[in-house]
Structures are given as C-alpha cells and as structure tokens.
C-alpha cells in the first residue's frame, strides 16, 4: 500500500507508511461496491428516503391553469393607464376552488383571491392594497405592469419535464413535489440489508451490572441509530465472543443474507484480534488501516458478494469512520447518486492542536458569534473514547492530512451532521 502514499515521514511525524489515504480508501470502496438488485413501488408516505429507482416525469402543469398570487382584482392590463387614474366596474368574485363563470369584458373587473384561475378576458392582477373601492368600482392608479402577480400554468412544473431523477434519496419536500402531481406511489430501491455485530470479551449488555474490566456494548446502539436513520433492513447480530470459530461463524452467517456486514472492535493487532485474519481467510481484505485520526484500524474487504466494514472499538472511532466510509458506501448500494458527505466552509473560533501525517476529524459545534456569522469551534476533548463530545457536536472539522495547529480565525472544511449522527 505504500506505492500509494506519497509524502515522505520525515516531514509527517504522526504518519505511518503503511496507512492508506482516505482519498484512495474512498476510490476502492467505491470500486467494490455495487447497487443492490431489486425494486419495489410503495404508497407516496412509505417512500421517505427511500431512493428512487427511475425518473419521475410529470404528466401536468404546475400550476395547471394562470392563477392570482395576490388577493385583488383580475383586470385586463390594457385597460390601464399608465400614468393616470383607471376606474373599473366589478363584475363577480372568483375564489379558489370557485372560479368566475363567463369572460370579463373590456373596461371591467373581478374581484379575486389568491389560487383562484384567472378569469377569460383578464391578465393582470391588481393588489387589494392598491385600489381604491367606491360600491361596484375600484379606481386604480398608474404604474402598473401588465401580467403582475400571475400564476402562468407550467410556471413551476412544465408537463412532460423530469421533475425528479432516478438515484435521489426522497425528501419531505419531494413527498409532496409528487403529490401536488397526483403520483400516489414510487418505485423505489429496495433497502439496503445490513448485519453488524460487535467483537470483545469485555463487552456487556445493557441491563446486567458490570464486572471488573467489562464496559457496556455503546458501539451496537450507535451503529443501530446510524442505520435507522439511513433507512436500512437491519440484522443485529448482537455481540461474539473472542474466538476465530464464533467469528467466522457470524461472518459467514453474516454473508448469507446480508448486502454489507459493519464489526466494531478486533481489526488492530492484538493477540485476541481476529476480525481481520478471519476475512482474510473467507474472503478478501483491500485494506485495514487508514491515515486518518480518530479511526486508524478500519478494515475494508468482502465475503463473496458481502462488503465488509471492520471498524474500530473505541465508539468515536467507529462513528467517524462509518461516516466518512461506510454511509456513502451504503448509499451507493442503495442507488443514490449523491452520496459523499456534504461540506462548508466556516471560520475557526478555537485553536486546534494536530500533527501532520494523518486527516483528522475533530468534533466541532458550529454557532453564531456576537456579530452573527456562522463559525466553528471544537467540543473540548477529542479522544476516541469521548463519546459524549460526539453527543456534544453538530459537525466534523476536517483537517488535512499535511496541516499542524490551526489558529482562530483561518477557514476550515466544516461537514455538518444534518441529523445523521
């Protein structure tokens, strides 16, 4: 793996030659990843982030038909002057849902609320505000622009036009986008189907007290969020012990029915570390160790058509790696086009303490300052052991791999958590 690294240690002193880049760990994962078969249509409200599984083409104009954005008065524009007074007879009323019947003849008016369709014979809107209404007349002043505050039909989805492409991960916004054209169902991807399981004898489980050297299994939780909010098919498998015959057991277990499989703990190189000798022996490991800070020890391989994520122990470790690699990963099996995360860039308000060698994540909070521009500060401690700061944070401070302290002030590269973590 070295062949890929080029940057000399002497100039890098929290590097490790054997370390991949996160820009080639990104390009291999991506590589081997590839999207789950199978489609299934459900009713509009189930498809919340699901990802759809072909263009969505409207068949209707949005609006259908010219309506008033104002409540007022439907006038033909060329019965205005210009720059003097117009004084108009009112002829009718026409609400949305209620429109006025018949066509508007010329040196008339009706009175209109907002959504109604534009009557036959009117183009132009006049504001309730800017008329003056004497019984069945309003006067209007000058200045007006003929065609003002009208709805055109088409002028927000023209029929026949791609409103939605295949790959997009569904939003509320989207939800309703499809149901303002009528669509009661989607054809989706189907989930992505995910089996995880933690590794290490210390672990114990919620609800029983804990003996000396035992901490409770916090990784299994978090793992369980990240992929409910990722809207996959979830396989807990609970924890397994510290012995290559439950490990490989669960592996291939794991690979019988599943799409990824995520570990957390064994991958470094202890003695009682088998996770990544294991995949090894079952199928293929790319890599196990990245230059990035917290997350070094993540493994990277397959169990024939299983893509393995083998994640560290220590829980912030484990979060920040399956947010940079595992999520777009599994996205990516989901169909979704889009599936790096996202990112801003925001000014510092704390100093930053890193050494060059490997990028690093700390965990932020982004806020507004006294003069209220958005910046960023750190949570405080950054050990991978502090889960709270991640608790505590609202993005990640992505710091190169080459950079050392940041000072208050410099803009850096800010990924914001968007309810993700």
């Known amino acids: 793996m070295t062949d890929n690294v080029l940057i000399s240690p002497n100039t890098m002193e929290d590097f490790d030659p054997n370390s991949l880049l996160g820009d080639e760990a990104t390009r291999r ?27 969505i083409r409207s068949q209707l104009n949005v609006p259908p038909y010219a309506n008033s954005a104002m409540d007022g008065y439907a006038v033909c524009g060329d019965d205005l002057t210009k ?28 009175r209109i609320m907002t959504g109604a369709p534009m009557p036959r014979g009117t183009d132009t809107i006049i504001m309730q505000e800017h008329v003056t209404r004497e019984e069945n007349h309003i006067i209007v002043g000058g200045g007006h622009k003929n065609g003002q505050h009208v709805r055109q039909a088409g002028e927000d989805i023209a029929a026949g036009s791609i409103i939605l492409q295949r790959g997009k991960r569904l939003r509320p916004a989207d939800i309703g986008l499809l149901a303002s054209l009528g669509i009661a169902e989607a054809k989706v991807h189907r989930r992505v189907r995910v089996a995880f399981f933690s590794t290490g004898d210390e672990l114990c489980s919620l609800g029983k007290p804990l003996r000396e050297g035992q901490i409770y299994d916090s990784n299994r939780y978090t793992l369980f969020g990240m992929l409910t909010q990722l809207g996959a098919e979830i396989i807990d498998m609970g924890t397994v012990a510290d012995n290559r015959v439950a490990v490989a057991d669960a592996f291939l277990e794991a690979a019988a029915c599943a799409d990824a499989l ?18 090894a022996e079952l199928g293929h490991v790319d890599f196990w ?58 000014r510092l308000a704390s100093r930053i303490k890193k050494s060059p060698g490997r990028m690093e994540y700390q965990r932020g909070i982004m806020q507004r300052d006294n003069s209220g521009d958005t910046v960023v500060k750190t949570t405080g401690a950054q050990g991978s052991h502090v889960l709270s700061s991640m608790s505590q944070a ?6 190169p791999l080459e950079c050392g302290n940041v000072e208050p002030g410099v803009l850096v590269e800010v990924q914001p958590f968007d309810n993700q973590m």
């Open 83 to 110: 720059n003097s007074e117009t004084r108009l007879a009112v002829s009718g009323t026409a609400f949305a849902g209620h429109p006025f019947n018949g066509t508007v003849q010329r040196g008339t008016c009706v």
């Open 29 to 55: 994962i991506a590589a081997a990843v590839t999207q789950a078969r199978g489609y299934e249509h459900v009713a509009l409200r189930a498809a919340l982030g699901r990802v759809l599984a072909e263009d």
């Open 262 to 279: 995520i570990t957390t703990g064994g991958v470094s190189v202890g003695e009682a570390d088998y996770v990544r000798e294991i995949l």
């Open 289 to 346: 160790k990245i230059a990035m800070k917290p997350g070094k020890p993540l493994a990277f391989g397959k169990i024939k058509d299983t893509v393995f994520f083998g994640l560290p122990g220590n829980p912030v470790s484990a979060m920040v790696t399956f947010h940079q690699y595992v999520r777009p990963a599994l996205l990516q099996i989901m169909g979704q086009t889009e599936c790096a995360p996202t990112s801003v860039r925001l």
């Open 394 to 399: 609202n993005c990640f401070i992505v710091l």
